[in-house]
């Protein structure tokens, strides 16, 4: 066999001028995303622009097919490094859409979700109060000054609080972020005469700003008066979905409430079956890791949380009482041999599904690749 072993060193030294001129680049593209943000800063602009990202997507899916490079290769460094620009103008401050605003009170800003709005809120330079449970004695003062007061506490606790919140000032917004919005939103409206509007952060307490993130919001009353706070959500980059307390709530049982549940008792039933997790893992092709990762992922975090969204509202038994019922159904279908049966179901699914199942069917292999990349 010949000797390349001189020839493979040259060109492995060729890569690695290259691999270095790209980092210097990358750092230099990262400098001029951070004067970016900066500018974008003093005039409120949102960090996150859609239509700029996807025209820059498609001109350069359009230049590596020209230049004879996979598109989809260029797209994902570029939705990677755009993720890394996003936060480099995210450590920028944000300006203040509502100067006039006295102050900003987050009941259990101390807590995993409030400290995000906590932080956020100071960056855009407002005056803000953190209220806790041993605050309760010294509140008044500060609850009488309070433009808006925002509760991010368990969802155990929420209409506890909301209903100590019946002073407030008539001008005064009351929002809430807990993931269940018509309990809250009536103990809210009851509770307060002033403008009232339900928040549900569709994020996890690990994320580091809004941008990209959704915010659902349920009218409550008074939406003039609260349009300015959504319209700070969205200068911190967060994108606002409207819909009444009744659609969340439903959405929410099978979004939420369903899945935590299926995969709590996936959980449970590998315990319980004394599965080897490792030997899985070895063992697991791309899409069962992601499985496992989502599994893992929910019990690495408080339990207490889960609990609180399951047991929140007693009309989401009843759903997950028709979930187990057609899991019985498909399972008898199979314990009798009925493929004919099953792959009519099957059939029936796909077609409801539509167009999303090819959408999602293209999107699973992107993330596919990023999971098989993790080994």
Request: proline share 3%; with cysteine.
């Amino acid at each position: 066999m010949k000797d390349i072993s001189q020839e493979l060193s040259v060109l492995r030294d060729e890569i690695d001028d290259i691999d270095s001129e790209l980092v210097k680049l990358l750092a230099k593209r990262r400098q001029v995303t951070s004067k970016v943000g900066a500018l974008k800063s003093t005039v409120g602009m949102p960090i996150y622009a859609p239509e700029r990202e996807a025209a820059l997507l498609k001109m350069r899916r359009t230049q590596a097919e020209q230049e004879g490079i996979n598109p989809d290769v260029i797209e994902d460094v570029l939705r990677r490094l755009m993720r890394d620009s996003y936060s480099s103008q995210d450590e920028s401050g944000y300006r203040c859409v509502n100067p006039n605003c006295k102050e900003v009170i987050v009941v259990g800003g101390q807590g995993q979700l409030g400290a995000i709005f906590v932080d956020l809120f100071k960056r855009s330079e407002y005056t803000v109060h953190v209220i806790e449970k041993d605050d309760w004695d010294y509140s008044e003062a500060i609850l009488a000054k309070a433009s808006v007061v925002i509760v991010a506490v368990p969802i155990r606790l929420t209409a506890m609080i909301i209903q100590r919140l019946n002073s407030l000032p008539d001008d005064c917004i009351l929002a809430d972020v807990t993931s269940i919005k018509e309990s809250p939103l009536y103990e809210m409206m009851r509770a307060h005469n002033g403008p009232v509007v339900g928040l549900h952060p569709m994020f996890g307490p690990d994320v580091s700003g809004l941008i990209k993130q959704t915010i659902i919001t349920c009218e409550g009353r008074g939406a003039a008066q609260y349009q300015w706070l959504l319209e700070q959500f969205k200068v911190w980059g967060a994108t606002i979905y409207p819909v009444s307390a009744y659609e969340h709530d439903r959405a929410m049982a099978m979004v939420q409430v369903m899945r935590h549940f299926s995969t709590i008792a996936y959980g449970y039933h590998l315990m319980t079956e004394g599965a080897d997790l490792q030997q899985l893992v070895d063992m697991s092709s791309p899409i069962y890791r992601l499985e496992l990762i989502m599994v893992g992922r929910l019990f690495a975090q408080d339990p207490v949380l889960y609990s609180d969204i399951i047991f929140a509202n007693s009309d989401n038994v009843a759903m997950m009482k028709r979930f187990a019922y057609r899991f019985l159904e498909l399972l008898e279908d199979v314990e009798m041999g009925d493929k004919e049966a099953f792959v009519a179901m099957f059939n029936q699914v796909s077609e409801w599904f539509g167009d999303y199942a090819d959408i999602f069917l293209a999107e699973s292999k992107t993330m596919l690749l990023k999971a098989n990349e993790i080994k």
